[in-house]
């Protein structure tokens, strides 16, 4: 990998924002593929406290940051605080990504990327989500899934949740099948998919049959005492082809652990966190960015190997 040049007085900047931020792997992710592209930008990471984050998006503004990457608990708050949102936020009602624009001679808006800092005046912040087609591509190119047609069983009603089952069912899947400990959330769930893509087969509560997919997007597996999220006694898990968790830390959670023993084709949510990076790269760019540098760069950084 291509070592990053000094710092210089004409270095750019990307950020991520959140609270806290310290464990986040984007920096390491961001800053191998901003060396490998050649790119005078780094990329940093603050910690911004909620009441603060509308002042800290206008500060990277004024300081001309090429964008932000935006991660919990700013993706929601952040929707009523940018200028202008693109179709992906409006869609998942979310904001992860945030470019800042500038008006170009001709009077146009342009990314930050393509106009020297002395050029910038009136500048606008543009708010994306690139978190929503990062799960499908991810399961996809991980997990080899076909999601058109496919019958899913979707464990997790919060927003990870709500956003997978959204997502899953503008894909085209055939049948999906919500579970949550809190049935009443599912169900708010599998209402609004009715309304939104009356396509789909929606229901709340384990299938009797198998599934291509079992997706994981409730929190259960972070912490080392957690158990699996799945009643293997309501779904045993030869039911289902493929297991996939979004939690990425610990690489293995018990639901994995407990699929890949069932014989299920399994992976868990790095990928997710690397489409969503690659994605916000490409938007702050507008060229192909290194996925496969940025993959390992985030493996060392979260597991300490490639
Ligand atoms: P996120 O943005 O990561 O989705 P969230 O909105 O707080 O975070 O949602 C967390 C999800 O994990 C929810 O589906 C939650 O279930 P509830 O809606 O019943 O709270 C689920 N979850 C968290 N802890 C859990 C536990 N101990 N057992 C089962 N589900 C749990």
Not at 22 to 29: E, L, R, V
Not at 199 to 212: F, N, W
Not at 255 to 280: D, E, F
């Amino acid at each position: 990998m291509s070592e990053p040049a000094e710092l210089r007085a004409s270095t750019r900047f990307c950020a991520v924002y959140g609270h806290p931020v310290k464990h986040s792997a984007s920096p390491a992710m961001h800053n191998a593929a901003l060396a490998q592209l050649g790119l005078d930008w780094r990329y940093l990471a603050f910690d911004v406290h909620p009441t603060r984050l509308r002042e800290a998006i206008a500060g990277a503004q004024a300081m001309k940051f090429i964008g932000l990457n935006l991660t919990v608990p700013h993706k929601l708050l952040a929707v009523d605080m940018v200028d202008m949102l693109d179709a992906s936020a409006q869609t998942w009602g979310a904001v992860n990504t945030v470019r800042f624009e500038a008006r170009n001679p001709a009077g146009e808006w342009q990314p930050l990327a393509q106009l020297p800092p002395d050029q910038i005046h009136e500048l606008r912040s543009v708010g994306f989500n690139t978190d929503a087609d990062a799960i499908t591509r991810s399961l996809r190119e991980d997990l080899g899934c076909e999601l058109r047609g496919a019958r899913v069983l979707l464990l997790g009603a919060g927003g990870a949740g709500r956003t997978a089952a959204l997502k899953l069912a503008a894909e085209g899947v055939a049948e999906l099948f919500l579970v949550n400990r809190t049935a009443s959330k599912a169900e708010e769930v599998a209402a609004e998919i009715r309304t939104r893509h009356p396509a789909v087969r929606t229901e709340v509560g384990y299938p009797k049959s198998t599934v291509d997919l079992l997706l994981n997007a409730t929190s259960l597996g972070l912490k080392p005492e957690d158990g699996s999220p799945l009643d293997e006694v309501a779904f045993p898990l030869p039911r289902a082809r493929a297991v996939y968790d979004m939690i990425y830390r610990p690489a293995e959670t018990p639901l994995l652990r407990a699929a890949k023993a069932a014989g299920c084709k399994v992976a868990n949510g790095v990928g997710m966190l690397l489409y969503q990076g690659a994605k916000a790269l490409e938007i702050w760019t507008g060229q192909p960015v290194p996925v496969e540098v940025m993959r390992a760069a985030l493996l060392k950084n979260v597991y300490g190997t490639a």
